[in-house]
Structure formats: C-alpha cells, structure tokens
C-alpha cells in the first residue's frame, strides 16, 4: 500500500476538522483541546469512525469528493466515540 503525500495531507485535513468539531462540543471552548491534540483526535476518530461506518455498512450517498462529507461524519463519530472512552476510563483511574 503506497500513501501518497496528498493523502496524508487530506488526512491531517479531515483530523484538525473533525478532531476540532468534537472538542469544542466536548469542551465547550472555541480551541477545543488545542491544535495538535484536536488533529490527533481526529485522526483517530477517522479510524474509529471509519471502521464502525464500514461494519454497519452505513453510507450517507454523499460522493466521493478528495475531502468526502462521509470521512468528516465518521471522523467526527469516531473522535465522540474515543472521547467517551476516554471519559470512562478516567472516571475508572
């Protein structure tokens, strides 16, 4: 599998977007966690995300665009989802 530049910089992209929506929901603040934070929390969040969308077979028929609305969706679904777990387990410790 070869990764191109333009793929990791849609990534990086789609992270800072979706990473940056979740926490500001989360933390009701405009910076959410902060910059690096936000786009890591995105980029797992797409992961997560993605790999849940693709289980249950979801597909919002949105296109498929460079930057498709579907990645920003899973991505931020997956970046909620990490924050809970994150919650949970802070809760637990």
Partial sequence: MNISLGQ??????VGALAGSLAGMI???RRKGYGPLTNIVLGLI???IGGFL????N???GLGEIAI???DLVAA???SLILLGIVALLMRRG
């Fill in 8 to 13: 990791v910089i849609v990534w990086l992209i």
């Fill in 45 to 47: 969040g797409a992961v």
């Fill in 26 to 28: 989360v933390t009701r």
């Fill in 53 to 56: 969308f693709k289980l249950l």
């Fill in 68 to 70: 498709s609305f579907d």
């Fill in 58 to 60: 979801i597909n919002l």
């Fill in 76 to 78: 931020f679904v997956g």
